[in-house]
């Protein structure tokens, strides 16, 4: 059991260690959203008390543990250990109900469960009795911690809260009331989309339909302006041509030619007169024209003009 390692260690560390040095022991226990709970051990020595006397870790571990039970013995795994200026082992233990972690741990520690949280409660023993130290007069060179972390947020606690975790350093010969409250369950997982990395659908903001009508007459207007800059443009190219600004020429009006004169009618049997000659056949004078006019209520003669 644990309680009994941690019992012979710390009274050997008293015995054994000069001032010196300095040896850490620390229980950490998780707890499990499904009840359950694993518990490791850490048995450290502080680095300056190794360079002081050229020890190894494991030769100031084995002095302390010697004649007790070896801690690697009901664990699963160890870890090598180094943290805060100490080297030395982790021992990871099987897993328990939460239940059972004062029984793993060695001293009188309380887990329950109310509702959606973990309720921690005990008290750590760590007077000379508490210890069963045969007289150690050198206690100051030992440190203890407890580490208790829960599956989701610590909602109150007496100790040094880290996260979801809460540590305790409890001064050696003292007995410590310990206490902490955290969610029993961490926070929800992401959906299967977001954990695949699809793409998000992005949804466009309605748009109203006044600033529809606006951006409408806005562009109307636009377009308005451009129309008047590109014929101000032609304007400018026009009438920097040669001969831009008169007034083209109009095609003039031409006045009427009056009708050509038709010959007058020949009676019948006449002949035409010869061209050039200014005279009639035989050398008589031309006809004249008579001007009376026939007398109305005779007949027509056949030919005309007999």
Not at 86 to 103: A, F, H, M, S
Not at 211 to 234: D, E, F, K, P, R
Not at 291 to 302: E, H, R, V, Y
Request: aromatic letters at 6%; proline letters at 10%.
């Amino acid at each position: 059991m644990i309680r009994s390692r941690v019992v012979a260690v710390a009274a050997l560390a008293v015995l054994t260690l000069t001032l010196s040095g300095c040896v850490r022991m620390g229980v950490e226990v998780a707890l499990q959203e499904d009840g359950a709970a694993t518990s490791n051990l850490v048995l450290a020595v502080e680095d300056a008390y190794l360079d002081q006397t050229g020890q190894s870790p494991d030769d100031v571990i084995d002095t302390l543990t010697e004649g007790q039970e070896d801690p690697a013995r009901e664990a699963v795994r160890t870890e090598d250990f180094e943290q805060d200026g100490y080297t030395g082992t982790r021992y990871v233990y099987p897993e328990t109900k939460v239940g059972d972690v004062g029984t793993r741990v060695g001293w009188p520690i309380k887990v329950v469960r109310k509702g959606g949280d973990y309720l921690v409660s005990g008290t750590l023993d760590l007077t000379e009795q508490g210890l069963d130290s045969r007289g150690g007069a050198a206690i100051d060179n030992l440190s203890i911690t407890v580490d208790i972390s829960f599956p989701g947020k610590v909602k109150d606690s007496n100790g040094i809260v880290d996260g979801n975790s809460v540590r305790w350093e409890p001064a050696v010969g003292e007995a410590v009331e310990i206490h902490a409250r955290g969610a029993a369950k961490g926070p929800a997982e992401p959906d299967a989309d977001e954990a695949t990395g699809a793409a998000e659908v992005v949804t466009l903001p309605v748009v109203p339909e006044w600033m529809v009508l606006a951006l409408g007459v806005s562009g109307l207007v636009i377009l308005l302006l451009i129309g008047v800059v590109v014929w101000q443009a032609m304007l400018r190219v026009r009438d920097r041509r040669p001969g831009a600004g008169a007034d083209p020429p109009y095609p003039q009006q031409q006045a009427p030619q009056p009708p050509a004169a038709q010959p007058a009618p020949q009676p019948y049997g006449s002949l035409p007169p010869q061209h050039g000659t200014g005279s009639s056949p035989y050398g008589a004078a031309p006809p004249q024209e008579r001007s009376t006019s026939p007398d109305q209520n005779l007949p027509p003669s056949f030919p005309p003009g007999y």
